[in-house]
């Protein structure tokens, strides 16, 4: 995995080359689950590994805290909340600071899309993208990927829908820039106001978009259902959240009427009796818990890619410099 980025912020960052690298990784470290101690090589020697989230997570930050653990690294949980962060220090100068403290990798979740495109080129640290605004969340794009692989699904020629907020949504962004690389075809369902624009898409190859969840459903191999991203919608009127379940809700009933018992994806947290049911989510047609898991060893391998083979050339260089080398 030659020139990873050290500032990992979209899957647009990644070549295939990379990609297939960490799918490789991941499967590697599955392999060792039940045995860390076992890792053939000290995969990174004792790295400092930090998370700061800016915003609530769950799944996310505890699969990196257990990443970081497993990899046999040092973790610090950032509280961003408690930080100068809230004093007005930038997020630069916080990252500087860190660096300067030891720390090698930070993964930064927070609001603001794009906010990290500012350090390419020029990282006061290693940093990995865990959610920015609605641009990218490339780590949960990753361990979705590995787990259709895992399932034994193949993407190539295969038509995934992505039903839901894609518009709003971190997540489908990062899909649309991975799965149609793998040769999957895209379907976008939902309402008109969570999708796209046909112009934004045109961009994408393999991609359509459409408002028919049963349609959509019927010419489908793999659903990935999205909640509704009402904080991000901004006082916008949601008058179709309302009717959503029976508009756009998926359940085994729903499955089993146009006979497509498929895999059903989510990347939590899911909003149960709106666009999936408590039945559906306890059947055997739900990968939900299946991606959690799979999440553990996918953010291994990036962490272990971006601390072995992104550019050591951060900002700041501590190389014993004396007031002697001022002019
Ligand atoms: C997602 C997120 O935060 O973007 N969750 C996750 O990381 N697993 C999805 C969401 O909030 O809808």
């Not at 990753?142 to 038509?159: A, N």
């Not at 900002?315 to 007031?323: E, L, P």
Request: aromatic share 8%; hydrophobic share 35%.
């Amino acid at each position: 995995m030659q020139n990873f980025p050290s500032v990992f912020e979209s899957i647009k960052d990644l070549n295939k080359s990379h990609i297939d690298g960490l799918l490789s990784l991941a499967g590697k470290f599955k392999g060792y689950a039940h045995d860390w101690q076992g890792l053939p090589i000290p995969f990174i020697k004792r790295p400092i590994i930090a998370t700061s989230f800016l915003e609530n997570s769950t799944r996310t930050k505890h699969s990196f805290a257990i990443a970081i653990k497993n990899l046999g690294a040092t973790y610090i949980d950032f509280n961003a909340d408690t930080s100068s962060l809230k004093k007005g220090e930038s997020l630069e100068e916080t990252l500087r600071t860190l660096h300067s403290q030891g720390v090698d990798l930070c993964i930064i979740r927070g609001n603001i899309s794009n906010e990290l495109s500012q350090f390419k080129g020029r990282a006061p640290i290693k940093i990995i993208n865990g959610g920015d605004g609605t641009h990218q969340h490339p780590t949960q794009a990753l361990l979705d990927l590995f787990t259709m692989i895992q399932i034994k699904m193949e993407i190539s020629g295969k038509t995934i829908a992505i039903i839901g907020d894609t518009a709003h949504s971190r997540v489908g962004h990062s899909l649309l820039d991975l799965l149609p690389q793998y040769g999957a075809k895209i379907i976008l369902c939902g309402p008109p106001e969570c999708l796209p624009s046909a112009e934004e898409m045109s961009a994408y190859p393999n991609v359509t978009l459409s408002t028919d969840v049963d349609e959509t459903i019927k010419q489908s191999d793999l659903l990935y259902l999205l909640r509704i991203q009402k904080e991000r919608h901004s006082g916008k009127n949601v008058g179709y959240y309302e009717t959503y379940p029976e508009d756009y809700g998926v359940s085994v009933e729903r499955l089993r009427k146009h006979n497509k018992l498929i895999p059903v994806f989510h990347p939590g947290p899911a909003n149960v009796g709106v666009e999936i049911t408590r039945d559906l989510m306890d059947s055997p047609f739900y990968f939900g818990y299946e991606q959690v898991h799979n999440s553990i060893f996918m953010r291994m391998a990036i962490m272990q890619a971006v601390l072995q083979n992104a550019d050591k050339n951060l900002g700041i260089q501590f190389a014993g410099r004396t007031i002697h080398d001022l002019i």
